[in-house]
Every structure is written in C-alpha cells, then in structure tokens.
C-alpha cells in the first residue's frame, strides 16, 4: 500500500521560510519521479517543483525559481521542498506527488496535503 505523508505545513510571514517533507513508504522510492503540487482556494492544482527518480533533475515553476528548492533522499524515502522568501500568493495546499512509467505501467499516488499560509 502506497503512502505519502507531508510535513512542515503553517502559517508564516511573508519574507519567511517553511521546510515542506513528504516520507514515502509502500513503494520502491528510486523508482519514482517526486512532485510537489499545491491548489489555492478557487484555482487549479499546479505544480510547483519536480525531480526525477534517477539522476535528481530538478525543475521549478517559474513563480518560485531561486525561492524553492526540491532535494530528495533516496536513502531515507523523503522529498524535501524548501520555501524560502515565501509571499502570500503561495498560501495553498501543497501536495506530494509519486509518478513513475515502468515498462509501460503508471503509477501515479498523492500525499493528503499540507496546509501553507503566508500572511503579508
């Protein structure tokens, strides 16, 4: 059974910082490409940062470039997002996205979420 669990979620001050962690377990972790995604109330979920399964490849929304940074360790099952200079406009639910695409099988699994809030 496929598990996501995030962390790190609040509410913080504009100009701050919060440390976003999503423990994977049920799965074999190096496997997967990791995704953060976040929705605001009355928008659509986007995503916000990728890296991939093997070589670590990171990519970012443009919204958050040289603010966030994504890290994963294998080793430990965890994917990292570190929000720095946060603004309000990034106060939204952020989730934890595990895809993969082995030999022709998608396996696409969501963490429940976590809630940030940056006030101004």
């Known amino acids: 059974q496929v598990q996501l669990v995030e962390s790190g979620g609040g509410l913080v001050q504009a100009g701050g910082s919060l440390r976003l962690s999503c423990a994977a377990s049920?799965?074999?972790?190096?496997?997967?490409?990791m995704r953060w995604y976040r929705q605001a109330p009355g928008k659509e979920r986007e995503l916000v940062a990728a890296?991939?399964?093997?070589?670590?490849?990171?990519t970012y929304a443009d919204s958050v470039k040289d603010r966030f940074t994504i890290s994963r360790d294998n080793a430990k099952n965890t994917v990292i997002l570190q929000m720095n200079s946060l603004k309000p406009e990034d106060t939204a639910v952020y989730y934890c996205?595990?895809?993969?695409?082995?030999?022709?099988?998608?396996?696409?699994?969501w963490g429940q979420g976590t809630q940030v809030t940056v006030s101004s």
């Open positions: 890296i991939t399964s093997v070589r670590g490849s990171t």
């Open positions: 996205n595990a895809f993969t695409l082995r030999f022709g099988v998608k396996r696409d699994s």
């Open positions: 049920g799965i074999t972790f190096s496997y997967y490409d």
